[in-house]
């Protein structure tokens, strides 16, 4: 895709409707929210969520935030105690996102939620991106509209600065209100936890949160990075007798990322491999090699860190 290929459109009924049929082809799409702009695409597939990250050449997996346009969606989607229905219900919409346990069945990509078992949920109050929703009918995952590493976009142009010709389009509606990402806060056990902060401070929020950290839980739970609970090898070709081999292109396997050696495909597979081959009788995991170029920089990102030692 080259500079001259991501189209500008100003907010309103076509540009929302042009949008909405590129998230329907599985493209991502950048939209205002009332924070930053965000790069979003269609939660429940994985292919659409691998090109978020293709566009962006984020070097690592993390999970994203998933949009909804009200709370009866997000219901559907994650587990609400008192405690998160009444800050939904305070908050949203607004710069508030609630990190909750998934449901079982939501549908949602296991690469929006990098393997995790809770995911990131929040309802926008921008206009343009809840047209888009009700457009498109889908949870839509939107990191920060910019390239890995880069300072968020609040503005049309910071989009084009840092993604033009990396995606297909921007809903331009001006510069965004707030200009700062949501507050994240995790809700376990009916306790909340203050993950990053933003807009919505404690005071706002009224509740005291427990001191932010995105690294562990709380004794018993899991770290915000899934790992398989088995060991694993990398970079192999021919698997040992007790190993569970993941394939990718030319290699076999028991199961492959991708046999046709793509990706966009691989990179969406790669959450529910590693859960399948976690799942099996053999007590180790291997995985094949994955180039090391676009994709395969976040997929081997990812595959370190779990052969990791713990
Ligand atoms: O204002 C915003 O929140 C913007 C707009 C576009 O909505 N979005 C945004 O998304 O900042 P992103 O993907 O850049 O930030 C996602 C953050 C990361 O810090 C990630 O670690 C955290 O959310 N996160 C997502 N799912 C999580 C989970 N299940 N557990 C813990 N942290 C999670
Ligand atoms: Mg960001």
């Not at 569970?244 to 529910?272: M, Y």
Request: proline share 8%; glycine share 8%.
């Amino acid at each position: 895709m080259t500079a001259q290929n991501t189209l500008v459109r100003p907010y309103g009924k076509a540009a929302i409707a042009e949008a909405a049929a590129l998230i329907a082809q599985g493209f991502p799409v950048a939209i205002p929210t009332e924070t930053v702009y965000g790069l979003a695409a269609d939660a429940t597939s994985g292919d659409a969520v691998a090109r978020i990250y293709e566009a962006k050449g984020r070097p690592s997996f993390n999970p994203l935030i998933v949009h909804v346009a009200d709370l009866a969606a997000a219901e559907r989607i994650a587990l609400f105690d008192d405690l998160a229905r009444s800050l939904a219900q305070r908050f949203w919409p607004g710069p508030l996102t609630l990190v909750l346990p998934l449901r079982e069945g939501a549908g949602i990509a296991p690469l929006v939620t990098a393997g995790l078992p809770t995911i990131a949920l929040r309802v926008p109050a921008h206009p343009a991106m809840r047209d888009l929703l009700v457009a498109t009918g889908k949870p839509l995952a939107a990191p920060s509209a910019n390239a890995s590493g880069r300072i968020s976009a609040t503005c049309a142009e910071h989009v084009l600065a840092t993604l033009a010709g990396r995606i297909p389009m921007i809903v331009d509606a001006g510069s965004t209100q707030v200009g700062l990402e949501s507050t994240i806060v995790a809700i376990t056990n009916g306790m909340a936890r203050l993950l990053r902060p933003g807009p919505l401070v404690e005071a706002d929020i009224g509740i005291s949160l427990g001191a932010g950290s995105d690294r562990i839980e709380a004794p018993g739970q899991m770290s915000s990075h899934y790992a398989p609970d088995k060991p694993l090898r990398l970079n192999v070709i021919e698997s040992e007798p007790d190993e569970w081999l993941i394939g990718f292109g030319p290699v076999k396997g028991h199961a492959s990322l991708s046999e046709k050696g793509d990706l966009i495909e691989a990179a969406a597979r790669l959450f529910d491999a590693l859960h399948e081959a976690e799942a099996q009788s053999l007590p180790r995991i291997a995985v094949a090699p994955i180039p090391e170029e676009g994709l395969g920089q976040a997929i081997n990102d990812r595959l370190k860190r779990a052969a990791a030692p713990r």
